[in-house]
């Protein structure tokens, strides 16, 4: 009878431990998947009150991002060459969960007042940024990706 239930104690661990096991589905979160997401201006339109933008972002991994902002700035001219700008431009249209395969349509305006009559503002050449979580909001999933309008394009 004691060896029946050091036996049917075994048989529960083992099975309980294979059923922990098989519910770990925790999702590893590679470069690659990083690389996958893609954000290029597709459209920027001058008016008389300044620029806007339309910029495509694109889940092109198998990962969800469950939460990003995505920001417009306009570099700084310096004597040896170019600076990032601490001002940024928010995108609007953004959402939570873009699925795997998703593209995502964002409007960005950058005002007249942001660059006219500066020379240390070059908005020839914007850079685009992407803040953001993949699958959970929890520090070990979070990526950025930030670079000239023209690198952006290819990613």
Do not use: W
Not at 6 to 14: G, H, R
């Amino acid at each position: 009878m004691k060896r029946n239930i050091e036996t049917l104690t075994c048989f529960v661990i083992f099975l309980l431990s294979l059923i922990i096991a098989g519910c770990n589905n925790e999702v590893i979160v590679t470069s690659q998947d990083i690389d996958n997401i893609s954000l290029e201006i597709v459209e920027h339109q001058e008016n008389p009150r300044g620029i806007n933008y339309t910029l495509r972002l694109h889940n092109k991994s198998k990962q969800v991002i469950k939460q990003n902002n995505v920001y417009l700035s306009f570099p700084i001219i310096t004597g040896t060459g170019l600076k990032g700008n601490e001002f940024k431009i928010e995108a609007r249209d953004n959402k939570l969960d873009i699925k795997p395969g998703e593209e995502v349509l964002l409007s960005v305006f950058a005002p007249e007042e942001m660059y006219e009559d500066n020379k240390n503002i070059d908005i020839e050449s914007p850079i685009i940024e992407i803040k953001g979580y993949i699958n959970e909001v929890i520090g070990v999933s979070q990526f950025h990706k930030t670079g000239d309008y023209r690198a952006m394009k290819d990613f």
